[in-house]
């Protein structure tokens, strides 16, 4: 209702000020109220286009220096480094063409601004002037398409007989993450919505009849991986649409109620080594700061020093904890990760233990 009122006050406001300003137009009896424009006017237009583009060309270079920092750095996947290729040659693409185009297309404005008595030359139309620049961005966009396409289908490689890989699934529902191991036998049990069962906390409605369902593990808080194997995720959604994106892993894919969605890479850096990335202890440190500004402005008492880890978000907007939908994912050693899944209960026990 205040938002309204707001409104129409503000209204009322432009329409006062509108009908005063035309009152004091028909004042000026004396003032030149031809509607055509001067040399001058269209002068100070042409010189207006220049410093449109030089405002252009400073907000981009501040936007770079200001928050150049909030970049990702490196990718900690084997296909991120093609990712990040791909990201880099279109980005310099763009940059170069929109530098040359903004300018030429400001310099003409001002060159062929209004003159008084000058005409504007009558040209129909140009065919060797058109294929040239039809050509161009063709050969140039085919490039871009084709050299994303062939980087796609390597990166989007799940087969699960090349690599030994791990087989996770990730299960997502408002508003949080689930993680269920395949197990020895690396394959996961059969699972449906409707054998979620709250009193036995079995969450992901896994199939207690399915021998291969036994050995699976689920981890409700984090996400561990060895370095340098393989993982396949296999995405199932509860609920609606969400997506899983693993920002340092360039990684991101649907989940989908419903069906099963897949995604595969090979974690090349392990948490502690991005720990001691110089560009991370950097980002790490500004945060910190951040943080600790706040607290001093007794903003909030309630702050922890941050420290770095992988992380799985939740890239659709699927209701009102989206933001907060997130889960830690560690990348260690291969003598680690096993010490740790060994310590994990498996489906079967975690049944027995519910009865
Ligand atoms: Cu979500």
Redesign the pocket.
């Known amino acids: 209702m205040t938002a309204v009122l707001i409104i129409i006050v503000l209204l009322l406001v432009a329409i006062a000020i509108w009908q005063m300003t035309k009152i004091f137009e028909l004042s000026q009896f004396n003032a030149d109220d031809s509607q055509i424009a001067t040399d001058k006017d269209n002068k100070v237009n042409g010189y207006l286009m220049f410093a449109f583009l030089v405002f252009i060309y400073l907000l981009t270079i501040f936007c770079f220096w200001e928050w150049g920092g909030v970049l990702l750095g490196i990718p900690a996947s084997e296909h991120g480094e093609d990712i990040d290729n791909l990201m880099f040659i279109s980005m310099v693409l763009i940059f170069t063409v929109q530098i040359i185009t903004q300018a030429l297309l400001h310099y003409f404005a001002f060159k062929y601004r209004g003159v008084q008595g000058r005409k504007a030359l009558f040209y129909a139309d140009n065919d060797r002037l058109e294929f040239i620049w039809t050509i161009i961005p063709v050969i140039t966009l085919a490039g871009l398409i084709l050299y994303g396409l062939f980087t796609w289908t390597s990166v989007m490689n799940v087969d699960e007989e090349e690599g030994d890989p791990i087989i996770i699934e990730l299960y ?1 529902q ?2 949080n993450w689930k993680a269920r191991y395949a197990g020895n036998d690396n394959v996961l049990g059969s699972a449906n919505v409707r054998l979620i069962d709250i009193d036995k906390n079995n969450m992901l409605g896994i199939d207690e009849s399915d021998p291969y369902a036994e050995d699976d593990i689920v981890s409700q808080t984090e996400i561990h991986l060895p370095v340098g194997r393989k993982v396949i995720f296999k995405m199932r959604s509860q609920d ?1 649409l ?2 899983a994106y693993m920002p340092h892993f360039r990684a991101q894919m649907n989940v989908v109620p419903g069906m099963i969605t897949q995604f595969a890479f090979t974690p090349t850096v392990t948490t502690e080594e991005m720990r001691l990335n110089p560009d991370m202890v950097e980002k790490v440190q500004h945060i910190n700061q951040l943080r600790a500004d706040r607290k001093a402005n007794g903003e909030t008492d309630n702050i922890d020093p941050w420290e770095f880890d992988y992380v799985v978000l ?1 890239n ?1 907007i ?2 009102s904890s ?1 933001y907060n ?1 997130q889960m830690k994912i560690i990348v260690e050693t291969q003598e680690e990760f096993d010490a740790w899944i060994k310590e994990q209960q498996t489906f079967k026990q975690q049944m027995a233990a519910a009865q």
Request: proline share 0%.
């Open positions: 997502a408002q508003f609606v969400h997506s939740c659709k699927c209701g989206h939908m």
